[in-house]
């Protein structure tokens, strides 16, 4: 649950986004009207344009159409949108939500990750849900907030969807230094997951990085009825990362 400080100041960032419009957050030039970026600094993003069609995980060539790992073995869920890379500017923005509690970061991801959306959004399934990634009871309270909670909300108040919770288990050892199977081995039945109906589930993270965390969250959400997984995150890992 995010505390009632943390909440107060994105009210007040929301307030002073409205009040002092006009600055792109990326380099202080025009912006697009009622956008919170300029044209030039949004086409200059990294896009995840070149990316697997089931994972996301950025590809070195045109012709491929899955990664190597996803062409192996296919992941427990069914698709990914993951718009970004994370590096240069959407690095720093995720640093600066993730780890400096900055609600200027947050606002701006949730309406950057709206802004790539395509299709009818009243389409969506009636039993979609939005499952964040937790994380462990100890890390949430040390941390302040979990930042994929937070995301998962706001995205659902924006697209009208519910949110529903998994428990982490157990408290793993951090994934950073790990590699692509260190990090599927550290996540083996870690998490808890109670549908409420059979759902088409939609796992909401920050960063993908292997996507480890999103495989074995899904192949939770499906053993614990859920029709359908896919995975939304705002970035993604390049590769050699």
């Not at 697009?32 to 089931?54: G, H, S």
């Not at 996540?187 to 480890?212: E, K």
Request: hydrophobic fraction near 40%; proline fraction near 6%; include cysteine.
């Amino acid at each position: 649950m995010t505390p009632v400080w943390y909440a107060s100041l994105f009210r007040l960032e929301k307030r002073l986004r409205s009040a002092l419009p006009g600055h792109c957050a990326f380099c202080l030039g025009q912006t697009l009207e009622e956008k919170a970026w300029c044209q030039e600094c949004f086409d200059r993003l990294p896009w995840n344009k070149r990316c697997c069609t089931r994972c996301a995980e950025p590809l070195t060539s045109v012709r491929q159409v899955l990664c190597t790992h996803c062409r192996s073995e296919l992941p427990a869920f069914s698709g990914a949108h993951v718009p970004f890379i994370f590096e240069g500017p959407i690095r720093q923005l995720v640093h600066n939500f993730k780890f400096e509690a900055s609600p200027r970061a947050g606002h701006l991801m949730v309406d950057l990750y709206l802004e790539t959306l395509t299709g009818d959004r009243e389409s969506r399934s009636e039993n979609e849900v939005l499952l964040p990634v937790p994380l462990f009871a100890g890390r949430s309270q040390e941390r302040g907030f979990n930042q994929a909670d937070w995301f998962a909300r706001q995205l659902g108040r924006h697209l009208d969807l519910p949110v529903i919770n998994a428990t982490r288990l157990v408290d793993t050892p951090s994934q950073r230094m790990l590699g692509r199977q260190g990090r599927r081995d550290n996540l083996n039945d870690v998490f808890q997951l109670h549908l409420p109906s059979a759902s088409r589930v939609v796992i909401v993270d920050d960063v993908v990085t292997t996507g480890a965390t999103a495989q074995s969250l899904a192949r939770t959400a499906l053993a614990a009825g859920a029709m359908n997984v896919a995975v939304l995150a705002f970035a993604r890992t390049p590769l050699g990362a």
